[in-house]
């Protein structure tokens, strides 16, 4: 069985802290020891696992991506997003977490981001617990 959770992105770019959303959801399913798996099933969109105590990391992330990913670029893809592909594949559509006595075995100022970069839109994303026997 597989959460689907829905979302709706206010911005072009934007991190969404998802930590508390998937937290919630675990400590639901009862499942104490095992996996998370967070999947995006977007082209256009991501997920990351990276700092959440001072939202300048994000912020220095897209500013990373923003200069170093050029909308300027001569892209064949005619829809114009192509800036949103590329970033999205860089950073990846699915994250692992491990889960020990019923928490996720994140960092202590470890988060985990939907990334949007062709927003706003509304946006799906899947969380499936795997227990282990």
Known sequence: MYHRIKLNSSCKTEFIDITASIKQLLSASGVTDGLACIFVPHTTAAVTINENADPDVTADIDRFLTVNIDNQCKYHHSEGNSPAHIKASLLGSSEMVMIDGGELLLGTWQGIY?????????????VKFIQEN
């Open 114 to 126: 939907f990334c949007e970069f062709d927003g706003p839109r509304q946006r799906t994303y899947f």
